[in-house]
């Protein structure tokens, strides 16, 4: 199996740690959203949002929203690092 580079390395389990540390939250419209803390790398964070991975609103809040491709990110990252899901 091929390593994966440091920065790469960083990039995903930052992504993996959002999701799996993940809140619900209610919009505006009621519906739910899956949030996630910011306390990342900011490079990292901005990166992920660049990439619409996540969503940060105002680079001021203290959380962000993950979004349908981060949440399929994720899982997939699950599977490549094999750590099981929340039940």
Do not use: C
């Not at 996630?36 to 990166?47: L, Q, S, V």
């Not at 990439?51 to 959380?63: A, L, M, N, T, W």
């Amino acid at each position: 199996m091929d390593k994966t580079n440091p920065k790469k390395a960083v990039k995903e389990l930052t992504m993996l740690l959002m999701y799996l540390t993940r809140f619900k939250e209610r919009d505006y419209f009621g519906s739910d959203l899956d949030m996630a803390w910011k306390g990342y790398d900011f490079d990292i964070i901005n990166e992920l949002d660049k990439e619409d991975y996540i969503r940060q609103g105002s680079h001021r809040s203290k959380s962000v929203a993950i979004t349908d491709e981060g949440m399929k990110l994720s899982r997939e990252l699950l599977a490549k690092y094999n750590i099981s899901d929340w039940k």
